[in-house]
């Protein structure tokens, strides 16, 4: 909190006006008794004598009830000074009132009482003083993003208009786990935000404030059930705010101001185009709806002052809406033969002009006070290449010259530059040799150049040179990139976003990466860029039909001390011990498989498995005493590793023939040798020594689809294997490679309404699927296995990708009861793990929830585990600990009655 110093001067100078005059000449008095804030200028003398008798007697009082509560305070009488402050604070003087507000505010945030004290300041951070306001900015910062028990218990609506002001120091790190995982904030109780929370700080890497979140009391619930130990942080950046847009996929966004306030415009795969607060989130009216199909693009402008939206879309219209009434200004503009692909706006002639372009190669220009075309259609030149080259995807405007002019990209790789004017091209194409690139436009010292993004690379490009500006923008792999461009003092930046949902600040100038986010679930589909108060803004529109806000740092300041990790979303995690340390070993759809110090998270080293494929499973075993990592996926064969070294252990296992690529794997022992148990595409399965590489028998047939999950047990003393394809569950003989019993599965699934052959009178045999619809879709499959000793009984838990689990008796080929919904939307992980000393099953799903069940009464133990992002692991490790991939993260979590928050005296070193 600032001194105070200054601000006691103004009373000091107040109150020796009441006895004499100001030598300096008093301001002048208000026209009436109501204007309190014309005349109350305390940084100057005030002569009393010159106000209003009220006033001056009022103004006198509340600056004494102020002087008076700064030596209360002085002596420790804390409860008259905030006696004092609180009669102040309730004056019409400004800014009196304000310092009174600084005051009070900072008294109750010192004894502990946060929420009150922070809603003292946010009064006082909109009065008049700008030095008062700096002060109780920092205030606001300094105690709301460093207080647990308030980051927990707070509403979201209260704290996210104060991230702002939290942008130094321990504020900032607060600050940017609280973002982190915003777009679960909103819905989510107190208890669950502690546990989204604490996880976050843990992937900042800062250990006090996972503390201080942790030991937060939440009314009427217990502490979490789940500490988290540590985390990676490959995946940080939060938004501001995060919000469920449309029924299906965010596909185009501009920004524009409406009623005085500045909104986004959104349009989507359900054919409607919305309107969104930029400072809440909050929707605005109602949906205006009217395309039948994805709308690609929207821009924005003024017609006549006021606010109007242009959108193309794939049912081959454009539209224009007055944003202000949400009503379309003309029936649909139509023209275009094939789907509209970009819009933009310029002025043309003195009168404002949408401008659209389409798969059917041509760029069109529209009246938008009239709805006619103007001129003649600007065609793409003919190509002796695929006609797929010459759609147009994407375009912009600009201005050259003192000419207005349209920059489109076509599939081609080419940037082409059309006169509006004239209506034909301005400038010679400019071709980037790659498909489909992205664009928009950014003026770069009084010039327009244009920001395009392919391929795993964005440039800039000075348009009326033809030539590149700065440096290559590089990812590092090659993914197809949706780009906006905004400035920062003064200077261009560029955004990068791809399907991973990452989301990147450049500086075009050096090419290297200011800042990043994470837009979660769905994929970036599409990319706005602003500036406010002179900081950009992104915004981000997401294939899970979501829209978020982005307010990137652009000082290349580091947040907190995260650890770092994989490159994309993890699918595997199981535990090694290596030299008596046990360390957790991951593996990802980036090719790689790491290693991690379970106890304290520390990386232990890298296995670079095949950075073209992705690592899909893992296994651990123990070959002539030295353990050995097992890591399939993408390829016909399984890979071993020496986790001591991080070098092969041995030949690649080659599961050759017709069997395919690996998918999943296992291990147990089968007399006295680790074996391993592979299954693949064309459901075979194999059988390896892991000393010798050897083939154990001859693939046993049976699966009719690809073997997606093993597991291994043992029946009657027989250790088995349990594979699985999407729709049935085999048990194999380990040492003979015989069945054992015939299949087993799921119950049929049960149509709704009519018997499963009814077929509809009006049904027509020759009906084709229409092209939206997944023609894969044969139902719900099995995707996963995990088996467990209960009370001296082998069981299997048989997960499908709908959420249902199914547990059987191996022995008795008998399932322990119905299916039974272990996810909400997806189940993409499972495992055995002990829970009070006794097996219980844990689920993951897409959602990021993950649950445990008791294997006897498959009731579910204790609460959800919620996680930012969709689960993709799940393993035991000793002292019951959880480890846990979501996203591209790994986390451990120890459990409540064992573990000490991370941090504390007790926490693991």
Known sequence: MADSEEHRGWIGRLLGGRRTRAERGAPPAPPTDEDRTAWARPWELVDLSTLPPRLAEEMVEVAAAIEAADQARDFGERAEAERLLRGAVTTTIDPYRQLAEQRLGGLLAEDGRIAEGIAVWLRAVEGPDPSLRRSVAISLGAYAFTDGPFLVNADPATLLPLLPHADWGFPRVGAAVYEASAHRHRGASAAVRRELLALDAARYGDRELLARIEAAPVPGEPGPRRHVQWASGAQLGGCRW????????????????????????????????????????????????GHTGQVCAVAATRLNGRPVAVSAG?????????????????????????????????????????????????????????????????QEPPRTAHFFH??????????????????????????????????????????????????????????????????????????????????????????????????AGGAPVVCTGDHSGMVRLWDPATGQQLSQAFAPLGGTRALAATTVDGRPVVLIGTGDGRVHRWDPATDGRPVGKPTPGHGDAVTAVTTVEVDGTTLVASAGWDGTARLWDLATGEAAGTLAVNPREPVRTMATAVVDGRPVLLTAGGEPLARRWDPA????????????????????????????????????????????????GEVLHQPPAGHESDVCAVATAVVDGRPVAVTADESTVRVWDLTSGAPLGGPFGFPPDEPAGEPADAVPDDADEDDELDDDEDEDDDGPCIELLAAAVVDGRPLVAVGRDDGLVQVWDLAARTPLGPPFPAADDGLTAMTVAPVDGRPALVTGGHDGTVRTWDLTTLAQLGPDLVLPLPVGALAPAPAGRLVVGFGWEVAVFGPAESAAPAGSADAPA
């Open 645 to 692: 070294t991080g070098g092969p252990s041995g030949a690649p296992l080659a599961h050759d023939g017709e069997a395919g690529d690996v998918d999943a794997v296992a291990t147990t022992v089968l007399d006295g040798r680790a074996v391993a148990v592979a299954g693949g595409a064309n459901g075979l399965v194999r059988v390896w020594d892991l000393a010798t």
């Open 242 to 289: 995060s919000v469920a847009g449309h029924e299906e996929g965010t596909s185009a966004l501009t920004t524009t101001t409406v009623d005085g306030r500045a909104v986004v415009v959104t349009g989507g795969d359900d054919g409607a185009v919305r309107l969104w607060d930029l400072a809440t989130g909050e929707p605005v009216g109602e949906p205006m709806t």
């Open 314 to 378: 794939r049912d081959m219209t454009v539209r224009i809406w007055d944003l202000a009434a949400r009503r379309p200004l003309h029936p649909p503009l139509t023209g275009h033969t094939n789907w509209v692909t970009g819009a933009a706006t310029a002025t043309l002639r003195g009168r404002p002009v949408a401008v659209t372009c389409g798969d059917d190669q041509t760029v069109r220009v529209w009246d938008l006070a009239t709805g006619e075309a103007v001129g003649t259609p600007m």
């Open 390 to 487: 010459s759609r147009l995807k994407t375009l912009a405007t600009a201005v050259i010259r003192r000419r207005p002019v349209a920059v489109t990209g076509d599939m081609g790789g080419t940037l082409r530059v059309w006169d509006l004017a004239k209506g034909r091209e301005f400038l010679p194409p400019l071709p980037l040799g790659f498909g489909g690139p992205e664009l928009a436009v950014v003026t770069v010292d009084g010039r327009p150049a244009a920001a395009v993004g392919v391929w795993g690379a964005a440039t800039l490009w000075d348009l009326a040179a033809g030539r590149r500006l700065g440096e290559r923008m590089l990812l590092g792999r090659d993914v197809q990139l949706e780009v906006a461009a905004t400035t």
